[in-house]
């Protein structure tokens, strides 16, 4: 029947599956144990974050290549100004020196989360801290949505993305968790390493068209993700054939064809990401699978709206 894993992304009848992006950045600290856990505590068990490795191989949960300024603060409790450190440059105890319990209100990115709350003593978690968590037995339906983040320059450097993938993998095994995790990243060479080292996993091709804007004061996925220019409704015939289980597009990529192929192909649809009202709208009209949001609790309030629930067991 395919992975288990897959399947608690997979929408059905009447339902659509809803995940915590980066937690549920909107109102919390993005990539933090408390937006984790606040996600989990609102019936939201599906978790989307993003994995980077430090110099000393700790798998740690941030988004950016590089501390990012707006999100991290100096022992000071200063926002980082300047040029921002590697992650791959600092110690996993470096990197806990930063503060990343509050946002650059003055920052083109900290303006785009007006709600989040602002919080103190609030630290980068490791990959196994999120594991740690979820291996308690009453979070048993948490499932993970794992994006290894592709460095742009190291992309072509087969040793560095062998060990990356190593690194990760090892965690997950160690924790006996590889059956509740998905592997997912925009770059198709790392997903193909993955699929080598860890056939018993599915993989989630991440895409974005490369006509739609990045997103403000973040990493873009442009400079590892293929060029699909032009092939839009082909997409989904590449990330089967490529050997994914689940695509993921930004929303704003999805039409009702492209999504019906990738059903047809057997694939489970997961958008990204999708904080409005409208978009949340269309999607839930797409019948996609689930729903990638900053915001899960949008997601589930326009669902119930509808009668519509987010779990196959959904009373």
């Not at 109102?27 to 939201?44: D, H, K, T």
């Not at 037995?137 to 993938?165: C, I, Q, T």
């Amino acid at each position: 029947m395919g992975f288990p894993q897959v399947e608690a992304f997979r929408g059905g009848e009447n339902v659509i599956r809803v995940v915590g992006h980066r937690g549920a950045r909107g109102i919390l600290p993005e990539n933090s144990m408390l937006g984790f856990e606040f996600s989990l505590s609102i019936g939201v068990p599906l978790l989307e974050f993003d994995v980077v490795l430090t110099a000393d191989n700790v798998p740690v949960i941030t988004h950016n290549h590089r501390l990012h300024g707006p999100t991290f603060r100096d022992t000071n409790g200063q926002f980082l100004t300047g040029e921002e450190p590697k992650v791959s440059s600092l110690t996993y105890e470096q990197i806990r020196q930063f503060d990343i319990g509050r946002l650059d209100g003055q920052s083109a990115y900290g303006r785009r989360f007006p709600d989040q709350a602002q919080l103190d003593g609030v630290q980068a978690p490791r990959l196994l801290d999120l594991l740690n968590l979820i291996d308690d037995p009453k979070y048993g339906d948490a499932y993970l949505m794992l994006e290894l983040k592709s460095d742009p320059d190291l992309a072509h450097d087969a040793p560095s993305r062998e060990n990356f993938v190593g690194r990760v993998l090892q965690e997950v095994r160690d924790k006996g968790l590889s059956s509740r995790a998905v592997l997912h990243s925009f770059d198709w060479n790392l997903l193909e390493e993955c699929q080598r080292q860890a056939p018993d996993m599915p993989s989630s091709y991440l895409t974005q068209l490369p006509e739609n804007a990045d997103d403000v004061g973040e990493d873009s996925s442009k400079a590892v993700c293929p060029d699909f220019r032009g092939r839009r409704d082909e997409i989904p015939s590449l990330v089967k054939q490529a050997g994914g289980s689940l695509w993921c597009p930004y929303y704003a990529d999805v039409t009702a064809e492209n999504v019906a192929l990738a059903k047809e192909l057997g694939l489970c649809v997961a958008v990204w990401t999708v904080n409005e009202h409208e978009e949340i709208g269309r999607m839930i009209d797409l019948r996609v699978d689930a729903i990638v949001s900053d915001y899960p609790g949008r997601v589930q309030r326009q669902l119930s709206d509808l009668g519509m629930g987010w779990h196959v067991t959904h009373q």
